[in-house]
């Protein structure tokens, strides 16, 4: 099974700044990453798939990039309602899997 | 709209059928998936079924326990959950699949909520 290994685990960054994620695979899995954001008691939603595509209605401020095994998301100036958890996902192959989630906190 | 139904407390060893509600979509046009989350962690794919049930898969950790099923003309899909387990706790969600298989999880439920104690 590929393991996507996402990182940070936390970060506290403060409004107006650019914050960065990244995942990384096991295997090279081409593009195939998704990005959501989960906020608290909420379910997830689809912010970016295959890696670097806006979801339709998402904010141009979040972006993604990479491919083969390295993945990046990123938030350009940071807004308040952006406090949440970040989870990569890869579809590959079966099964597909997240990463463990970046939980974003405001300054 | 996806609207899960059906959590509740329930003892190891217990069975459990939760639903999805699916509206505002052509259901029948979808492939869905079971996703889970306990308590404080992270998000566990769970099972497939494709649009017209032809091909479903299941995650290692709940094959020959849990099968996944839907009524297109009832607009639901279903998980039957057998041999439940403490660590089956989760709130179970229902996504929506733009994909082919597991690929997009474009719209989400809110969650149910699966409790395994005794």
């Known amino acids: 099974d590929i393991q996507m290994t996402q990182s940070p685990s936390s970060l506290s960054a403060s409004v107006g700044d650019r914050v960065t994620i990244t995942c990384q695979a096991s295997q090279d899995i081409s593009n195939y990453v998704n990005w959501y954001q989960q906020k608290a008691g909420k379910a997830p939603k689809l912010l970016i798939y295959d890696a670097s595509n806006l979801e339709t209605g998402v904010p141009s401020r979040f972006s993604g990039s990479g491919s083969g095994t390295d993945f990046t998301f990123t938030i350009n100036n940071l807004q308040p309602e952006d406090i949440a958890t970040y989870y990569c996902?890869?579809?590959?192959?079966?099964?597909?899997?997240f990463g463990q989630g970046t939980k974003l906190e405001i300054k | 709209q996806l609207v899960e139904s059906g959590g509740d407390l329930v003892q190891p060893g217990g069975s459990l059928r939760l639903s999805c509600a699916a509206s505002?979509?052509?259901?029948?046009?979808?492939?869905m998936n079971w996703v889970r989350q306990a308590p404080g962690k992270g998000l566990e794919w769970v099972s497939y079924i494709s649009s017209s049930s032809s091909t479903i898969y299941y995650a290692d950790s709940v094959k020959g326990r849990f099968t996944i099923s839907r009524d297109n003309a009832k607009n639901s899909l279903y998980l039957q959950m057998n041999s439940l387990r403490a660590e089956d706790t989760a709130v179970y969600y229902c996504?929506?699949?733009?994909?082919?298989?597991?690929?997009?999880?474009?719209?989400w439920g809110q969650g149910t909520l699966v409790t395994v104690s005794s």
């Open positions: 996504a929506r699949d733009r994909g082919a298989a597991a690929q997009y999880f474009d719209y």
């Open positions: 505002g979509f052509t259901f029948s046009s979808y492939s």
């Open positions: 996902q890869h579809y590959d192959s079966l099964p597909c899997s």
